[in-house]
């Protein structure tokens, strides 16, 4: 991926895409009631715990998926990939909500010309956020996320799953 004022430039430059439909958002159920009311909504998670496009301390974010399996299996990861897998598999209490969205700056990062432009591929973007951030290394997500909030350019990135090759994930940026 590109760096520094080499990011800022590619950002710049790249298309701003409108997304519209219905996204998911699937919730542990502890989770969703964590919070007095409970708030399905909730946006300041990501940024306690890190997520993929979402460092530590970094800006509320709420992630949704285009589908609704993916939702779930991004929620649960493994534990979800088995149950697919027809193993006995006792699901973890799960609310889902069918989110409408209509956002219009967008980062769409599953169009392969964009990626080219900010010099990054699919391979680098599901790369393994969690293990960097835990060694304190460099993240390219988090990295190219926060270059593109601070732009101020775009509302949300679209990127593809990491658990669910091929299907679409959004992470939209969320006020305090």
């Not at 534990?79 to 006792?90: P, Q, R, T």
């Given at each position: ?20 439909g219905v996204f998911y958002r699937s919730i542990a159920e502890a989770a969703i009631h964590s919070l007095s ?140």
């Amino acid at each position: 991926m590109h760096h520094g004022k080499e990011l800022v430039t590619a950002l710049h430059t790249v298309a701003r895409t409108r997304v519209t439909g219905v996204f998911y958002r699937s919730i542990a159920e502890a989770a969703i009631h964590s919070l007095s009311p409970p708030t399905p909504l909730h946006s300041l998670g990501p940024r306690k715990t890190g997520q993929r496009f979402t460092p530590k301390n970094g800006p509320a974010s709420l992630y949704m998926s285009e589908d609704f399996d993916t939702s779930y299996v991004e929620t649960h990861g493994t534990a979800a990939s088995i149950a697919a897998s027809g193993l006995h598999f006792i699901p973890p209490p799960t609310v889902i909500i069918a989110i409408s969205v209509d956002i219009e700056h967008v980062l769409d990062l599953t169009v392969p010309a964009i990626r080219d432009q900010l010099g990054t591929d699919e391979a680098e973007l599901a790369g393994p956020w969690f293990e960097q951030m835990l060694a304190h290394d460099p993240v390219p997500t988090h990295t190219l996320a926060r270059v593109a909030h601070l732009s101020n350019l775009f509302e949300a990135i679209r990127f593809t799953s990491a658990q669910k090759p091929g299907k679409k994930y959004l992470r939209k940026n969320q006020m305090y």
